[in-house]
């Protein structure tokens, strides 16, 4: 050891951390590696992560397997280094892969599959294994049902070893103190003790659970701590994935209603971690908010309504059905039913938008008004502007490519018009209902684009006219008989 990492280590000892991911989780049935799999909208191995890096964890090495590039793909960007294992010959061997070798001060070993372990939960472990002053602890809980889980044997009290549950007798079985599968040691005695693990067990596999006993012999500080049973709460089967989602979705309703967010029936209000609602916010059932959503106070949001990764100012009226995706939507907004807010739409303040409006890339001025079956892309819409029913921007031309439609402040827009992109409608323009605008309008114009109306005075059908004059339909002469030939 070099002097500089004795200086480190004598201070609050560094931390790193090796999370163990290269299980191929064969019983959740599913092509996707177990770790990737959702907790309330974010794969485990990220959650587990997240708990390390919130106690400050310096290193992140994830010990990969089955699925490689899949779980690179999605812990690199968190900042985590993955490390291969080769083939899965267990635990002891998976945190051999990482290289413990090369790492000084404290590490952390956590299971990928754990999706349930908070940064409070490691904060209180690793304070206590301080205090303790050990060189290796195994975190355990206390459980009704251990299941599965590798036995904590005890001697007098005292820490003695873990037997999986495979190897274990009838006796040891009755155990319900278990392994969490989350472990701390001092990096200066985990590579040693590792080396030294045998696969003396009914499966053949290098058991981390090993170390335990051979520290103790060894003569170190092997000590057990107690955690949460949530920590040890491991997702081998779609079942127990939906309950740990379940366990997430209640964790944050209650955060949120905490704050003074009203929900009416709490349990149908799905919000991910990184939603935020204001006080006085009314949420009724069946709302789904994800990513980082930002809704403010005193918003109403209806039955139905689902958000990605959006913010909604204070005060807006959500009604039902509506879906938003990475849009901003101002104060005092009243939107919906059924309003569908694309990717890079924003709605200035105290804005109308009505049933079956549907918006991309779209900027919508203060006050203006859709009200009824609309389509806006790549449209910019001034302050004051009346969009009337069934607009439609026709942006995207038959080269493929998607043009812009400007429409000025306070223009009025009748019903049933169609821009044809690109085209600048200036402010305070009128555009007549039923127009087809492909020339842009001058502020203040009035547009007329459509087929001009013509009345027939006292016109009469062919059939009428034949039985007035007994000639044959159809040799009729005249506008009429042609109109009812093109029909026909
Ligand atoms: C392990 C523990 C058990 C504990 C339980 C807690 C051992 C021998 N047993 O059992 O005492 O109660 O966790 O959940 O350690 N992995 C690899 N490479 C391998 C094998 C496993 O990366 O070669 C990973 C898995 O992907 C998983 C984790 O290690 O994330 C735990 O492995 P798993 O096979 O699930 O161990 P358990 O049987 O659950
Ligand atoms: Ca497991």
């Known amino acids: 050891m070099n002097k500089s990492e004795k200086t480190q280590t004598s201070g609050p000892a560094s931390l790193s951390v090796i999370v163990l991911a290269a ?8 092509p996707l590696p177990k770790v990737l799999h959702p907790v309330a909208g974010q794969p485990m191995v990220g959650r587990v992560l997240q708990a390390a890096k919130a106690v400050g964890a310096k ?48 590490v952390l070993i956590l299971s990928g599959d754990t999706p349930l372990i908070e940064g409070k939960d490691l904060a209180a472990i690793i304070s206590e294994f301080n205090d303790l002053r050990a060189d290796v602890a195994v975190v355990t809980a206390e459980l009704k049902n251990p299941g599965s889980l590798g036995r904590i044997v005890r001697q007098k009290g005292e820490l003695k070893a873990i037997v999986e549950a495979g190897d274990a007798g009838a006796d040891t079985l009755k155990i319900r103190e278990i392994n969490s599968g989350t472990y701390i040691a001092k990096a200066s005695v985990l590579a040693d003790l590792l080396s030294q693990v045998k696969p003396n067990n009914s499966k053949g596999e290098f058991y981390l659970t090993d170390i335990i006993s051979i520290g103790l ?11 949460r049973p949530a920590m040890a709460y491991g997702v081998n089967t779609q079942e127990e994935l939906a309950r740990a989602s379940r366990v997430v979705f209640t964790r944050n309703r209650k955060k949120l209603m905490e704050n003074g967010v009203v929900m009416i029936d709490p349990a149908t209000v799905y919000a991910e971690d990184d939603v935020v609602i204001g006080g ?7 709302v789904y908010l994800r990513g980082a959503s930002r809704i403010g106070h005193y918003c109403v949001l209806e039955p139905g309504v ?16 509506c879906y938003f995706e990475n849009c901003v939507v101002g ?33 919508f001025g203060a006050r203006s008004k859709a009200g009824h079956l609309t389509y806006l892309g790549d449209a910019k819409i001034g302050d004051d502007v ?33 821009f044809v992109a690109p085209i600048k409608i200036g402010d305070g323009a009128v555009i007549a209902s039923g127009s087809t605008i492909t020339e842009d309008v001058p502020a203040k114009a009035l547009a007329i684009a459509r087929g001009r109306q013509v009345n027939k005075p006292d016109w009469k059908s062919p059939s009428e006219a034949s039985s007035m004059t007994g000639q044959k339909i159809g040799s009729a002469p005249g506008t009429a008989t042609a109109t009812r030939d093109e029909k026909d």
Not at 217 to 227: C, S
Not at 339 to 353: D, F, K
Not at 391 to 412: L, M, P, S
């Open 217 to 227: 012999e060894d003569g170190l500080k092997v000590v057990a701590i107690k955690g």
């Open 59 to 106: 290193e992140l090495r994830v010990v990969v397997g089955h699925g490689e590039s899949l779980v690179r793909r999605v812990i690199e960007p968190l900042g985590a280094i993955a490390f291969q294992q080769k083939e899965q010959k267990g635990t002891a061997d998976a945190v051999l892969s990482a290289d413990p070798g090369s790492m000084t001060g404290t």
């Open 386 to 418: 009346n969009i009337g029913c069934g607009t439609i921007t026709c942006n995207y031309a038959a080269d493929r490519k998607k043009y812009e439609t400007v429409i000025g402040d306070g223009a009025f827009v009748g019903s049933d018009v169609q």
């Open 280 to 286: 006085g916010t009314v949420v009724y059932p069946n």
């Open 331 to 363: 104060e005092k907004v009243q939107i919906g039913p059924y309003a569908r807010l694309r990717p890079e739409t924003s709605i200035g303040r105290e804005a109308h938008i009505g049933n079956f409006v549907e918006m991309k890339k779209t900027v």
């Open 306 to 321: 689902h958000i990605i990764s959006s913010s909604v100012a204070d005060s807006t009226h959500i009604k039902a059905g």
């Open 23 to 30: 299980g191929k989780g064969t019983r959740m049935k599913s």
